[in-house]
């Protein structure tokens, strides 16, 4: 099996991709996609619903594919040149699935809170995790596992009430077509000597064209075959909106999938930013997403064991809460499909945390300025119930200030109630003064504690407009 790997792997360029569909196929792209090309992105005014994407808070981010061996890193390993070509695609000869259980994946998602799931369908490599008909370079013709991949996954998802996403690529660094063109937005001159990204003589305007027409047609495949809930896309970044030709491809896409979500990285025609690996001190407008690594790597990597801990990863994620963004939290399951035990034990544990704080995490909205209270804060949908979290002991109480409501009840999510009382009311001056929850020690809980306040309608702040 291996031999006739590494024959097909030296051969990969030229022989994988089939390009009679592709030539039907410019002809569709050429018609189908009369978007303005060229000029700024236009304000998206056709979003979909996201409520389901908003309401979700935590998904995982899972990066599969021929680099899960362990050895390299995902599709970078060779284009920085650590990896020689044909030895970075020769990893599919190990590629094998074998112990792949979508179902295991999804109860693990769900186990850890996520209500989403994000699978790497296809990396810069090229790789295609399903079997697509526009080139043998996929799970099913070019590895062990010698199926698609994508699919069960899907299934898997959706029996456990998960929503689908599926990570893409636009750019192909397998692709004969893909390096025809300069970036019109301009390179650096060290990118544009490599050759994975750019042509290395005169460009190719025709092969580029062919390569769109590649890159839609996987993408068809995708949107009319698994109709994703949401689609991750990567790598806009070597060419411009227009030479992408975004703007009618974000019209396809809602054509062959009605009511997908789209992430950012379509240069500016998505539907919400995915800011990555830094947390955002200030949070992006709109709906926003954090994807980051469980530990530093994608992909797996045999010696990364740099883990993030349970108590830091409650942190990241209900700092992004408050702020009305997601965590999009990224594992790396080994080329057998198995999820490591220090990823899952990870994962576990996050879930005692998102199952205990359910109501604060899921479907609550941004809290309050920092004015108030001096941490991330959530509240519920109808702005009558607060939602403050703890992450250390504090020793005088919690303070928030500034509400004028009257406290209905104050308790811990999760836990019991709490006492409280104002501190410094100037109620001749219109003044709530600062409330003050006492809050033991013993009701802390080691990731974060959630104090609940419960008003007596929408919430009224001073300072505020009503
Ligand atoms: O180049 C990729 C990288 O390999 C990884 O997939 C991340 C995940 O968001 N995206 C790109 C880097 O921004």
Same mark, same amino acid.
């Given at each position: 099996?291996?031999?006739?790997?590494?024959?097909?792997?030296?051969?990969?360029?030229?022989?994988?991709?089939?390009?009679?569909?592709?030539?039907?196929?410019?002809?569709?792209?050429?018609?189908?996609?009369?978007?303005?090309?060229?000029?700024?992105?236009?304000?998206?005014?056709?979003?979909?619903?996201?409520?389901?994407?908003?309401?979700?808070?935590?998904?995982?981010?899972?990066?599969?594919?021929?680099?899960?061996?362990?050895?390299?890193?995902?599709?970078?390993?060779?284009?920085?040149?650590?990896?020689?070509?044909?030895?970075?695609?020769?990893?599919?000869?190990?590629?094998?699935?074998?112990?792949?259980?979508?179902?295991?994946?999804?109860?693990?998602?769900?186990?850890?809170?996520?209500?989403?799931?994000?699978?790497?369908?296809?990396?810069?490599?090229?790789?295609?995790?399903?079997?697509?008909?526009?080139?043998?370079?996929?799970?099913?013709?070019?590895?062990?596992?010698?199926?698609?991949?994508?699919?069960?996954?899907?299934?898997?998802?959706?029996?456990?009430?998960?929503?689908?996403?599926?990570?893409?690529?636009?750019?192909?660094?397998?692709?004969?077509?893909?390096?025809?063109?300069?970036?019109?937005?301009?390179?650096?001159?060290?990118?544009?000597?490599?050759?994975?990204?750019?042509?290395?003589?005169?460009?190719?305007?025709?092969?580029?064209?062919?390569?769109?027409?590649?890159?839609?047609?996987?993408?068809?495949?995708?949107?009319?075959?698994?109709?994703?809930?949401?689609?991750?896309?990567?790598?806009?970044?070597?060419?411009?909106?227009?030479?992408?030709?975004?703007?009618?491809?974000?019209?396809?896409?809602?054509?062959?999938?009605?009511?997908?979500?789209?992430?950012?990285?379509?240069?500016?025609?998505?539907?919400?930013?995915?800011?990555?690996?830094?947390?955002?001190?200030?949070?992006?407008?709109?709906?926003?997403?954090?994807?980051?690594?469980?530990?530093?790597?994608?992909?797996?990597?045999?010696?990364?064991?740099?883990?993030?801990?349970?108590?830091?990863?409650?942190?990241?994620?209900?700092?992004?809460?408050?702020?009305?963004?997601?965590?999009?939290?990224?594992?790396?399951?080994?080329?057998?499909?198995?999820?490591?035990?220090?990823?899952?034990?990870?994962?576990?544990? +996050?879930?005692?945390?998102?199952?205990?704080? $359910?109501?604060?995490?899921?479907? *609550? =909205?941004?809290? !309050?300025?920092? @004015?108030?209270?001096?941490?991330?804060?959530?509240?519920?949908?109808?702005?009558?119930?607060?939602?403050?979290?703890?992450?250390?002991?504090?020793?005088?109480?919690?303070?928030?200030?500034?509400?004028?409501?009257?406290?209905?009840?104050?308790?811990?999510?999760?836990?019991?109630?709490?006492?409280?009382?104002?501190?410094?009311?100037?109620?001749?001056?219109?003044?709530?003064?600062? +409330?003050?929850?006492?809050?033991?020690?013993? $009701?802390?809980?080691?990731?974060? *504690? =959630?104090?609940? !306040?419960?008003? @007596?309608?929408?919430?009224?702040?001073?300072?505020?407009?009503?």
């Amino acid at each position: 099996m291996v031999s006739i790997f590494k024959f097909v792997a030296s051969s990969l360029v030229k022989t994988v991709f089939s390009t009679a569909p592709v030539i039907a196929l410019v002809l569709f792209i050429s018609l189908g996609r009369s978007g303005a090309e060229g000029v700024k992105p236009p304000v998206i005014t056709d979003k979909p619903d996201m409520t389901w994407f908003t309401d979700a808070r935590l998904g995982i981010f899972i990066h599969w594919g021929i680099y899960s061996e362990g050895k390299g890193s995902e599709s970078w390993a060779f284009h920085g040149g650590d990896m020689p070509y044909d030895v970075y695609t020769n990893q599919a000869s190990t590629f094998t699935a074998a112990h792949y259980d979508p179902e295991q994946w999804a109860q693990l998602f769900k186990a850890a809170g996520a209500r989403y799931a994000v699978l790497t369908s296809k990396h810069h490599d090229g790789f295609a995790l399903w079997d697509t008909a526009q080139s043998r370079f996929n799970a099913k013709d070019f590895s062990p596992a010698g199926r698609d991949l994508v699919g069960p996954y899907c299934a898997a998802l959706r029996a456990n009430g998960l929503k689908v996403g599926l990570y893409f690529s636009h750019l192909d660094w397998s692709h004969p077509d893909y390096a025809s063109v300069l970036n019109e937005a301009g390179q650096s001159p060290s990118d544009r000597t490599n050759r994975f990204s750019y042509p290395q003589g005169p460009e190719n305007p025709a092969a580029w064209q062919r390569f769109l027409a590649f890159h839609d047609a996987q993408l068809k495949e995708i949107c009319e075959r698994f109709r994703p809930d949401l689609l991750w896309f990567d790598g806009d970044w070597e060419r411009s909106a227009a030479q992408w030709k975004m703007a009618g491809l974000r019209q396809l896409l809602k054509q062959w999938d009605p009511g997908v979500i789209l992430n950012s990285r379509m240069q500016g025609y998505g539907d919400y930013q995915t800011p990555e690996q830094a947390l955002p001190v200030i949070a992006p407008d709109g709906p926003w997403e954090l994807c980051m690594t469980i530990n530093d790597s994608w992909g797996y990597q045999q010696r990364d064991h740099n883990f993030k801990s349970v108590r830091q990863i409650v942190r990241l994620l209900t700092e992004c809460a408050s702020q009305g963004g997601n965590l999009l939290l990224d594992i790396g399951p080994r080329s057998d499909g198995t999820v490591t035990p220090e990823e899952t034990q990870v994962l576990l544990g +996050l879930g005692r945390w998102t199952h205990k704080s $359910a109501e604060a995490l899921y479907g *609550t =909205i941004a809290g !309050i300025p920092k @004015d108030y209270y001096y941490g991330p804060s959530l509240l519920s949908k109808d702005r009558s119930v607060l939602y403050l979290v703890c992450y250390d002991h504090p020793a005088d109480g919690v303070y928030v200030k500034g509400i004028r409501n009257i406290i209905k009840r104050v308790s811990v999510v999760g836990g019991g109630e709490l006492k409280s009382r104002r501190f410094m009311q100037a109620l001749w001056a219109n003044q709530p003064g600062i +409330l003050i929850v006492d809050l033991p020690e013993a $009701a802390m809980d080691p990731d974060a *504690t =959630i104090i609940k !306040i419960e008003l @007596d309608g929408p919430l009224s702040l001073v300072g505020q407009q009503e």
